[in-house]
């Protein structure tokens, strides 16, 4: 058998060559070979195009093979799925299947057997986007009214994206008898849309606009604001056309300048002089070192050189500039205004309308959006700065190996991974897992490190600092300094969508969800346990609490190895939705300090406003100038110190003795 | 207390000791290595530093070079920009190397630059980069914007009909300079300036939610969006996260990127993978060209690094620039910096895509563009592929550089103003 | 005067002779002045090291004698160095403007123009920014060295101490601050060039016949000068009665606020001094490095500072100048790639990966055991045993050195 196929190769291959030969006088061997059926002679004779096909050029192909009868849709699904192949020697299109070595073969149009092919004698043919989204549009007509629903969802896909006039009137047709309540919906919404985009009749545009009331479906805002395009344009006489706001030059808005301007741009007055061009001309007139008798030296000032240019211009070696008088006639001459591009003042006066009630209602709607973007960061930064307040509120230590845990909980979870490869399970070991983990790596830091240090919170900085940088090290040599994946669950794959405007990524709520599950566990801890108790005591008053039977020592090691779990589990959180790299917990050191200094230390509802704080403080400086999120931090950082003048103990600070430190 | 005197002369005799060792030299050409090895750049950098280094191997097995065997000098500038200039002047004036393979950044480039210059250096330079430079002591062999972000920005006009661009890009200078240069080419092309969306974030930025939302929210007006990403290193991990968590796909709003190649993507898992099938990255190479010589480069460099390695496209310029170095120290006989200089310009060598790469006279190579779709499995899908582009060291779309040529084989001159018909400077802007 | 201020404190004639020696002696070995042992690139960073010695021995000041452990000298270390590296930059373009220009000579507009073009093109510009409107003037630049960052040390201090942040708090404001210049300093918007910064700052306008081989050793004198100046200085301010209200204030500010002096006045004006010695080593340092980038004043590098007068000994001023000397050439020397590996027979230990591991633990160990850093070996060659007081507390912050420093 396999030596069959290999002979069948091989004959094949040598065939190949001669057909090349033998293509000049005769018509293609798929053309000759292929029934009367109009698809096959239409796929010969585009060969060349549907083989390295451009968005530019291939539309005129797919509508010739659109028309070319029955199997033209199964082959441009074929084509986009790039399923195609074409043969080398004599540019032969077939479905091509990868087959061992090479490509097993298939007729284009019936998808009979058409033997195998080694792997260099074909080139797979690969549409790009542009082309797949065209062919999309081309089939949209035989996928309206198909009995299977993915493909009439994709025929309404590729409708939002390529509708054009052309699918008014099959879309309008294939409504009556759709079966399916959800897709007849969207048909009915779509058929809206492009009666607004395409349709020819005023009134049925303006009903279909004012049948969408206040949507806030960004498809519609996309429908309505191309027909309040305007361009601006400047009249002699009144303004013709459907005529959107006539402009006085010198108003706010638009200046004199902009008027001129828009007049030479129309050809409508001559430019005015520049400063190069001046330049330019005194340049082409110097004679024995001198332009119109001024020498070059004293050229170097505007004034000396405005006067040579006069001097040349009454010589009449160069043309007059136009002076500011004759800018200020042309400008008054002429009447300025924007012109919609849509010429129907019903339609446009209806989108304008339709628009200005969305409007208020998206900007609402945008406000929700930052909002809850903003909790989902306070939410990453109370995860991540709930364990370094832990430990300093208890033994006002600020751990700068903070970070490096968090790190630590994240490559927790990659490790995780890399032995259970189901991402639930997975997700549910790592996270115990990499507490455990944290915890222990606390402890230990603890008993070696902060006990000897107790007293010298400063020198307690500096080591942990130290202990960061070779923990960083560390991670980078057993891990390389590469971005390791880490991968949520596919249940935590997507966002929850209000609508267009307003969303959130799953990974986002769990990350929340989580903020809230350890903040009540925290908060359960505190109060309701001995060892919550005990905590609480050794934070008011070491020395008292010690006195009262309550071991210091160990509640100090606790603490320190609970907040710096809480860190490991903060990692796993971060690691879902950003980067896994070693510097991961250090990207977001600072603003967990920042939160903490912010909230105040010492108490959980202090990290909650702290993190609140800089994370909404961090998304609203982020909506004023949304080009610069860098500009966002700086901000958000000189405001915190502006913010320590007026309360040095942070929001929430300790009252009484406590605070006395 | 006298101690410290005694300290410190110590010091100073040791390092008189060190100094006289390296003066030393043996019967070998050597070769510099100036890559990152630790630092934020390590993660990119490392990568260059194996292949150079595999590339040393293979030529002295195959007999070095004139005769003489060739040794690698590596040293670690730390992705510390000062720190750059330093090594640069210590591999030249006290390890007297021939030639240097190095840097990443523009900025770490620009650090070096004044010492190649003073010193009379040679630096082969791998990465692309945002032009408006040309030095007599640098060969480019990354690609230019002409080479990789024009033609893109082209694909997007042309072929997915992008009418309205949001440009993203992490905070320095080559998405700056490019992203300017694409803003004047865009409104050459009759893009308003008001459809033209910018964003600057910092290295490493991982909270990506408002910017989706911003880019998401620019279809309003009903043209289509396409995003040019500059954005550096692994803060693109968590872009491409939320944007796949955001539910947008390669048709809706296309995403071509400039910095992310096959390494970048082995960050993220294969459930996210799957949702970024389709979008795009524009390079001069892809693991997945096929080419016999790609395939043998592919082999040694997993039979050297491991299996689970891949090959991106400054290893592909590394590739060019140090064979072409090759032939040109055998064709001019020599080491010596202007000799080289000489020979290299108009050097041919087959690149790893199956066309030829060019030495031109401005220091830059001719190179193919490839622009790949995002696959599955952390690859790229070649959909287009242009002949070899000549790189063009100062961009034409912008006013200042578009009347500067450079030529160093008749004009002598990488800054000449072709209007004023004068060499604006010899010495490179740094 | 003169001469009981020095046999009050002989660590100064002994560490400016030594500084002198080790001027002397690299200058004869130099490749510009003498036998061409020790290349132009090792006086460089010769050169570059006695500037990060001016800034610990500013940030021993602060920290050692005021007990205010600030995170943020490097930002007045990197201002200094904007401000010189902006003349040196605009100086020298308009020299390479100057020298290209044909046709008309330029009004003063154009001529700024072309710099800022040449300057800015890199970045996508070609505007001369507001901040700049001085570079073109060396005087103005150079007042500016010190203005800006002692403007900023007082603001900066005026608020913090006022508001009678302390400890932790305070430390933790300094590196936010630090962090939000460099940040600052990183967008293209602030008009410094961004994440390019300013480079080629070793070419020194005017002085290119001298040749970077001449022009490194110059910079090594200038640098031993101010090291030299600024040592003196600080061991006149630690000395007297200043410095013991100093070292009162560190071991315990209540008290001494009780006792009437103004704390917040002393701080204030120690912690403004120190950015000003910080801002003067910056600008010496920079035209030493060729490039300065916002990255240069990033928090970790302030940390660095702490870690290098720690590892010399904090509460002693050559101390400080030690250990940024120690560790800055021995992490230079380790991260170079020369160092050779250590073979342990199953693993080699590869110095450029290890080093900062290295690093970090041997930081943790000197905290932990030896509080006086390096300089307490000094103290075991010389004999000198710090007082045992067993029960007292001791360690720096408790001023166990009191007594000590008292005689000195």
């Not at chain 2, 600057?200 to 620019?218: N, Q």
């Not at chain 2, 009903?222 to 692994?234: A, C, L, Q, R």
């Amino acid at each position: 058998m396999r030596r069959l196929l290999l002979a069948l190769a091989a004959s094949l291959a040598l065939s190949a060559p001669l057909c090349a030969q033998d293509a000049p006088s005769e018509p293609s061997p798929v053309a000759a070979e292929a029934p009367a059926s109009g698809l096959a002679a239409v796929i010969a004779e585009h060969k060349a195009d549907i083989a390295k096909p451009s968005r530019q050029s291939i539309a005129p192909v797919i509508a010739a093979l659109g028309k070319a009868g029955p199997g033209a849709p199964d082959f441009l699904e074929a084509w986009a799925d790039k399923a195609l192949g074409s043969r080398k020697s004599d540019g032969a299109i077939f479905r091509v299947k990868k087959a061992g070595a090479g490509y097993a073969l298939f007729d284009p149009v019936t998808g009979a057997d058409a033997g195998e092919a080694p792997r260099a004698e074909i080139s797979e043919i690969k549409p790009n986007a542009g082309v797949r989204g065209l062919i999309a549009a081309a089939l949209i007509r035989f996928q309206l009214s198909d009995p299977d629903i993915a493909k009439r969802q994709a025929a309404l896909t590729a409708l939002s994206r390529d509708g054009g006039p052309q699918h008014l009137e099959p879309l309008a047709a294939a409504i009556a008898d759709e079966p399916d309540p959800a897709i007849r919906a969207q048909k009915e919404r779509m058929l809206g849309l492009l009666t607004i985009r395409f349709g020819t009749d005023p009134a049925a545009r303006v009903a279909a606009i004012e049948g969408f009331g206040a949507d806030l479906g960004l498809d519609f805002r996309a429908a309505l604001n191309p027909l309040l395009a305007t361009k601006r344009q400047a009249f002699n006489a009144a303004p013709e056309g459907n005529v959107a706001a006539e402009l006085r030059p010198g108003k706010p808005g638009f200046s004199a300048e902009e008027a001129y301007d828009l007049l030479v741009a129309e050809g409508r007055a001559p430019a005015r002089l520049t400063r190069a061009d001046l330049r330019a001309a005194l340049e082409a007139h110097i004679e024995n070192g001198a332009v119109a008798g001024i020498p070059l030296a004293d050229l170097d000032t505007p004034a000396r050189r405005d006067a040579a240019y006069t001097a040349l211009e009454g010589a009449g070696a160069v043309p007059a500039a136009a002076t500011d008088d004759e800018v200020a006639q042309s400008v008054a001459a002429h009447r300025y205004a924007d012109i919609y591009a849509e010429p129907d003042a019903a339609v446009t006066a209806a989108a304008a309308s339709a628009l200005k009630s969305v409007s208020l209602k998206v900007d609402a709607m945008h406000g929700a959006d930052l909002a809850l973007d903003a909790l989902s960061l306070a939410s990453i930064y109370f995860l991540a700065a709930i364990g370094l307040a832990v430990t300093f509120g208890v033994m006002r230590v600020i751990n700068m190996a903070h970070g490096e845990f968090i790190t630590m909980g994240a490559y927790t979870g990659y490790v995780v991974q890399q032995h259970i490869s189901d991402y639930t399970i997975s997700i549910l070991v790592a996270l115990p897992l990499a507490f455990a983990v944290t915890f222990a790596a606390g402890v230990a830091m603890e008993r070696l490190v902060i006990r000897h240090l107790l007293r010298r919170p400063l020198e307690t900085l500096l080591a942990t600092f130290g202990i960061s940088i070779a923990l960083q090290q560390l991670f980078k040599n057993i891990f390389g300094t590469q971005a390791r994946p880490l991968t949520a669950p596919e249940w935590l794959d997507g966002a929850w969508v209000l609508n267009d405007i307003v969303g959130i990524s799953y990974i986002r709520i769990a990350i929340f969800v989580l903020a809230l599950v350890f903040l009540g566990l925290f908060l359960f801890v505190m109060n309701r346990t001995r060892l919550g108790l005990e905590v609480r005591a050794v934070t008011q008053n070491p020395s008292m609490a010690a006195s009262m039977g309550i071991n210091p020592d160990r509640i100090n090691m606790l603490t320190f190895g609970l907040g710096s779990g809480i860190a490991g589990i903060a990692g796993v959180a971060i690691g879902l939705f950003a980067k896994v790299t070693s510097e991961l917990g250090a990207d977001y050191i600072v603003q967990s300090f920042m939160t903490v200094v912010v909230g105040g230390v010492g108490n959980i509802w202090g990290t909650l406003a702290g993190a609140a704080l800089v994370g909404g403080l961090q998304k609203g400086i982020e909506a004023l100038n949304p080009s610069n999120t860098l500009a966002a931090q700086t901000y958000m950082i000189l405001f915190i110190i502006v913010f320590i003048q007026f309360r040095p103990r942070g929001i929430i600070a300790l009252k009484g003795r406590a605070a006395g430190d | 207390m006298t101690g410290i005197g005694k300290l410190l002369s110590g010091a100073a005799l040791g390092l008189v000791l060190t100094a006289g060792m390296a003066m030393a030299e043996g019967d070998t050409i050597k070769v510099g290595v100036l890559h990152s090895l630790s630092g934020t750049m390590a993660i990119s950098e490392t990568t260059l530093k194996d292949t150079v280094l595999m590339l040393i191997d293979e030529q002295n097995a195959k007999g070095g070079v004139l005769g003489k065997k060739l040794e690698a000098v590596v040293v670690d500038p730390a992705s510390d920009w000062p720190l750059f200039a330093e090594k640069a002047r210590e591999l030249i004036s006290v390890d007297k190397v021939d030639v240097i393979f190095g840097c990443w950044t523009s900025v770490s480039r620009k650090s070096v630059l004044p010492v190649l210059e003073e010193l009379n250096g040679l630096l082969f330079y791998p990465v692309q980069y945002e032009g408006e430079e040309s030095s007599y002591n640098v060969f480019y062999t990354g690609a230019a914007p002409n080479q990789q972000a024009i033609p893109a920005v082209d694909y997007f006009l042309d072929e997915l009909g992008v009418q309205k661009f949001a440009l993203l890009g992490t905070d320095y200078v080559y998405p700056r300079t490019t992203n300017n240069i694409l803003e004047a080419y865009l409104q050459s092309k009759g893009i308003a300036k008001e459809d033209i969306f910018v964003n600057y974030t910092p290295f490493g930025h991982s909270d990506w939610s408002k910017i989706v939302a911003d880019v998401k929210a620019l279809g309003a007006d009903g043209k289509k969006v396409g995003v040019i990403s500059t954005i550096n290193g692994d803060a693109n991990i968590g872009f491409y996260k939320e944007l796949a968590a955001s539910g947008i796909t390669a048709e809706d709003i296309p995403v071509v990127a400039f910095s992310v190649g096959e390494e970048e993507l082995s960050g993220l898992g294969e459930g996210d993978l799957k949702n970024l099938v389709g979008q795009l990255a524009a390079w001069n190479y892809f693991e997945s060209a096929e080419s016999p010589a790609n395939e043998e480069f592919i082999k040694a460099w997993k039979a050297r690094m491991g299996e689970n390695k891949v090959t991106n496209d400054p290893m592909e310029a590394t590739y060019i620039g140090f064979n072409m170095w090759v032939n040109a120290v055998e064709k001019a006989g020599s080491t010596g910096t202007d000799a080289v200089e000489a020979a290299m310009i108009g050097q041919d060598f087959p690149n790893l895509t199956g066309s030829t790469a060019t030495m031109l006279p401005n220091h830059h190579l001719t190179k193919p563009v490839l622009i790949g779709e995002i696959k599955e499995d952390g690859q790229f899908d070649i959909i287009s592929q242009t002949d070899p582009v000549p790189g063009d060291a100062w961009t034409d779309y912008l006013p200042e550089s578009a009347v500067l040529e450079s030529d160093w084989k008749d004009l002598h001159c990488g800054m000449y103003n072709t209007e004023t018909k004068t060499c604006v400077q010899l010495k490179s802007n740094y | 005067m003169t001469q009981g201020f020095l046999s009050r404190n002989p660590s100064v004639l002994i560490f400016l002779l030594a500084l002198s020696i080790f001027t002397l002696v690299v200058t004869v070995l130099s490749n510009a002045y003498g036998l061409d042992l020790v290349s132009t690139s090792m006086v460089k960073t010769l050169g570059k090291t006695l500037c990060l010695c001016l800034i610990a021995l500013a940030m021993d000041l602060v920290w050692g004698y005021m007990g205010i452990l600030s995170l943020g000298h490097f930002a007045f270390f990197g201002l200094g160095g904007y401000m010189v590296g902006m003349w040196l930059m605009y100086a020298r373009t308009r020299d390479i403007v100057l020298s290209s220009a044909a046709g008309l000579p330029m009004t003063p507009q154009e001529l700024n123009d072309a710099i800022a073009t040449q300057i800015f093109g890199v970045v996508g510009t070609s505007e001369m920014p507001a901040v700049w409107a001085f570079a073109g003037s060396l005087p103005a630049q150079l007042a500016l060295v010190l203005i800006v960052p002692g403007l900023l040390a007082l603001v900066f201090g005026w608020l913090a101490f006022r508001a009678r942040v302390t400890g932790v708090y305070l430390s933790i404001l300094t590196q936010a601050m630090t962090l939000a210049l460099a940040l600052y300093l990183f967008q293209n918007d602030s008009g410094l060039r961004g994440n390019n910064g300013l480079s080629g700052l070793q070419n020194i306008p005017g002085l290119a016949w001298a040749g970077q081989d001449r022009l490194s050793v110059w910079f090594l004198w200038a640098s031993a000068l101010a090291l030299g100046l600024g040592y003196l200085a600080a061991t006149f301010i630690v000395s007297g009665k200043f410095g013991s209200v100093m070292r009162a204030i560190r071991d315990d500010e209540a008290r001494v606020r009780f006792l009437g002096y103004p704390v917040e006045g002393y701080k204030l004006f120690v912690f403004t001094l120190t950015a000003l010695i910080a801002a003067i080593a910056g600008a010496l340092y920079y035209p030493q490095a060729g490039i300065i980038n916002p990255a240069e004043i990033a928090p970790i590098a302030s940390i660095y500072l702490a870690v290098w007068v720690a590892i010399g000994g904090r509460g002693r001023l050559w101390g400080a100048v030690l250990g940024a000397a120690f560790v800055s050439l021995v992490s230079t020397w380790f991260t170079g790639g020369r160092a050779p590996d250590l073979n342990l027979g199953f693993y080699i230990v590869k110095w450029v990966d290890w080093w900062q591991v290295l690093l970090g633990l041997s930081f943790v160990l000197v905290t932990l055991f030896a509080p006086k850093g390096l300089s307490g070996l000094v103290d075991l060659l010389t004999g000198l045993r710090p007082p045992s007081r067993r029960g007292a507390p001791l360690g720096p912050n408790e001023g166990a050195l009191q007594e000590r420093e008292a005689q000195e």
